[in-house]
């Protein structure tokens, strides 16, 4: 449905909605929980109905100026999701990697299950593939090529599983999310990242083990922040290195949460 002038923002309703979140204050030490590319909006634009949501959940008065949204609504993917994140918590447990691991365990089992059956690693590995292609082909680009004129439709569009609608919610409420934690990490325990790039994030620990970073004072995880496991949600320790490389990386400009998994990856000069 198309509301074309000034809807009220309902945070039930999926959709699309046309509104200023430029005026909107976040840390700066942290990227923008609105844009894709983590800088500030400079005006208004088209966000998903989580990120509007979150907007309001920082204390923002959001006002939009248009909006399609879907009245009509279900939980679309619901299905897809349960199937695959029930093959994948199976494979990863007959791998050693189980959901009731404690954190040191879990670090222990994680560091060690692609040693497991390499027939097990591989169908782990195709499940978070076709996890991650599913959500990319629900907004399949055309092909650019010779046969291809700009502005002309694509094969894509005729498919009943092309709801670039449904992608941009996906990528929304998981942005939102993360960026929740890392707000809950900042405000409990003064820690702030260093480096974000889509879903990884990296902080500056006392030693090469994520749990001081993810514990507190008590040892326990920090309410609201990030929380390790093998279950969807949870997250998995990317990688450690030395504070001189990172500093020489971000003297360069280098976005070190790219980089952070395997130091052999930074490209030479």
Partial sequence: IHYPRNPAFDPELPGSWYVDLSHVETDPRMPSPFTSSGVRPEGPGWYATPTVAYAVELGADVRPMEAWVRETHSPYLQPWYDALRDAYLTVMADL??????????????????????????????????????????????????????????????????????????????????????????????????????????VYATDSLSPLPLLHGPDGQPIRGGFRLGVNPGSVKHQGSQTIDWALDLLADGVNIANEIKDASLVRVA
């Fill in 96 to 201: 050693g990697v189980t959901t009731d691991l404690d954190d040191e365990a879990f670090l222990a089992a994680m560091a060690g299950y692609k040693d497991g059956d390499p027939l097990l690693v591989t169908l782990a590995n195709a499940i978070k593939a076709t996890a991650k292609s599913g959500i990319g082909k629900l907004r399949q680009r055309p092909n650019m090529g010779v046969n291809h004129a700009f502005g002309d439709p694509w094969p894509a569009l005729k498919r009943v599983t092309w709801r670039p609608d449904i992608r941009a919610m996906i990528l929304s409420k998981a942005r939102t999310n993360m960026h929740r934690k890392m707000h809950n990490l900042a405000t409990t325990a003064g820690r702030y990242p260093l480096a974000v790039n889509n879903d990884c994030v």
